[in-house]
């Protein structure tokens, strides 16, 4: 029913509404053709308004830009926009002005509703929730034939945008998750430094699937999900890169985990066909971080303390010792994150992947639950005050802090590196050079030396050792860490990044220029140097 309400016609063609992200109030560009493009709009449509030119034309930038991002993504993809003056006030006021560097205001929607008059935008108004409806939206808008016959020829590249270099990296939330403000520390800006060098690494560093023909990506929902019939799509595009590190609760203890890549939202299986700068990639993951964090915490060595791995408890009813695993593995790591038992076993029946179960049939009732979470604490002891009280927070600003010391050991090189939390890729050929750094964090921030890691191809060294002893075995090696295909898709993508960032590289074809001699389309030629 919610889909039917969200779809919506406009010139003969059915726009589904529900397919859209919020518009981005932090994209920008200062290429000198991103700002001919805006200062040919804004003197055709724009001119005779009244205002603040200055202002108006920021506001106006951030719009077009983040539409033309939004289309080249996907052309069916909409943006949403808020168009109460109420909602700028209360969200981009004086106690989250660090996190609106743009001074981004209610003048957006007079920009919304002049190019939505010119025909340049499609727009549809949003909706309050409704009788039998799930919830209401905010209004939509995407880009018109006319505006992308526009953007096509323009001198407008997808590499030319990206978010604004004053864009706050370090990000601070209340007990309601909202965003607020804080005094910049000797230690937030040194935070903050670290993170705006990553992202300016990341920024020309092409990561992609090789897989994927095209950038735009299904991920399979699991059992529990929200919104079911909504499909669940993750965007591998150069914009979708920028990362942040978030504390929460007000408290600089708690989290301040790095987000943004879109590789932290793909599964482990699409994860192993991520290449970087065209090269095969390994992920390396720490065994059992965070119930190994939380001994640390309570001033324990887990690895001295158990020969087992924390996860390898038997579960009555279950004879499977592997589906025995997930079920505590699952449950342990909700427990070190939950506040109450309430909370756990709710979170449980909604997260837990129950096609790992197979054939067998089982009910996670709650008496079910509380026997394993009794089972559990038996095993860990030590740490029971950590179970189901909110402790994991804690847990992520140590993992966190982990994160931190690998990124910096491999900014020293400019070498790239990717996080999901408890797990990096990189290049294979840095793989062991990644252990390492592993290693060095986790002593640095723990104070203790043994840790254990997974990873599941041949390393690098491993490939390298065999090369003069038997050549056969070398190159087997070798292909076992080069198979990801690349797809056409993915070569275009890569032959793109390529001409933009690396134009004298071999191959490359892209005309060089400098800012002065900007190469604009015909109609922009009078608004050249502007």
């Known amino acids: 029913m919610s889909v039917d309400k ?121 909706q309050e929730a409704q009788e039998g409806f799930d919830k209401g939206f905010i209004s939509r808008i995407w880009s018109t034939s006319k505006l992308i016959e526009m953007f096509k020829q323009s001198a407008l590249d997808e590499f030319m945008i990206y978010s604004h270099h004053d864009r706050a990296v370090i990000v601070m939330c209340d007990e309601d998750k909202k965003d607020i403000s804080f005094e ?36 399979k929902k699991k059992s529990g999900s929200k ?93 499977d010792p592997g589906i025995s695993r997930d079920i505590v593995k699952k449950l342990l790591l909700l427990a070190l994150n939950a506040s109450d038992k309430t909370v756990l076993f709710k979170a449980f029946r909604r997260e837990f992947e129950y096609s790992s179960l197979g054939e067998l049939t089982f009910k996670f009732t709650d008496k079910v639950l509380d026997e394993i979470l009794t089972d559990i604490k038996k095993k860990h002891h030590m740490i029971a005050d950590q179970i189901a009280t909110g402790a994991g927070l804690k847990l992520m600003n140590l993992d966190s802090r982990i994160v931190e010391f690998v990124f910096k050991r491999f900014l020293e090189t400019n070498t790239p590196v990717l996080s999901i939390h408890d797990s990096f890729i990189v290049q294979w050929s840095q793989r062991d050079r990644l252990v390492k750094a592993m290693e060095d964090a986790f002593s640095f921030v723990t104070g203790q030396s043994q840790i254990k890691y997974k990873q599941n191809v041949p390393t690098y060294q491993d490939a390298v050792a065999w090369r003069h002893l038997d050549r056969d075995f070398h190159l087997d090696r070798v292909f076992a860490l080069q198979d990801t295909k690349r797809t056409r898709g993915y070569l275009n993508r890569l032959n793109k990044h390529n001409k933009f960032f690396n134009p004298k590289s071999e191959g490359s074809t892209s005309v060089q220029y400098t800012p002065d001699e900007v190469l604009v389309p015909k109609r922009y030629k009078k608004y050249q140097g502007l």
């Open 227 to 319: 919104d079911k019939n909504k499909p669940h799509i993750v965007h591998i595009t150069h914009n979708g890169k920028f990362t942040r590190r978030i504390f929460n609760n007000s408290d600089w203890v708690q989290s301040g985990r790095f987000y943004g890549g879109f590789w932290q939202r793909i599964s482990a299986d699409l994860r192993k066909k991520i290449l970087i700068n065209d090269e095969q990639t390994v992920e390396v993951d720490f065994s059992a971080l965070h119930p190994v964090l939380a001994y640390t915490k309570a001033g324990l060595d887990y690895w001295k303390e158990h020969k087992a791995g924390p996860y390898d408890i038997s579960v009555r009813g279950v004879k």
């Open 184 to 219: 910049d520390t000797e230690e937030t800006l040194s935070m903050a430094s670290v993170v705006k060098r990553y992202n300016d690494l990341l920024e020309r560093t092409f990561i992609d699937v090789g897989e994927a023909n095209s950038p735009s990506l299904t991920i």
């Open 6 to 126: 969200n779809m919506y016609e406009y010139d003969d063609v059915v726009r589904d509404l529900n397919y859209s992200r919020v518009l981005d109030v932090h994209v920008w560009s200062d290429y000198p053709e991103v700002n001919v493009f805006v200062n040919y709009i804004y003197d055709e449509y724009f001119l005779v308004e009244r205002g603040n030119k200055r202002i108006k034309k920021k506001h106006l930038k951030v719009v077009l830009l983040d539409l033309y991002v939004a289309w080249l993504t996907d052309p069916d993809l909409n943006v949403g926009v808020h168009m109460t003056r109420d909602f700028y006030s209360k969200n981009f006021g004086t106690n989250t002005k660090r996190y609106n560097e743009l001074n981004i205001s209610a003048k957006t929607i007079d920009i919304v509703h002049t190019l939505t008059d010119v025909g340049l935008i499609g727009y549809k108004g949003g």
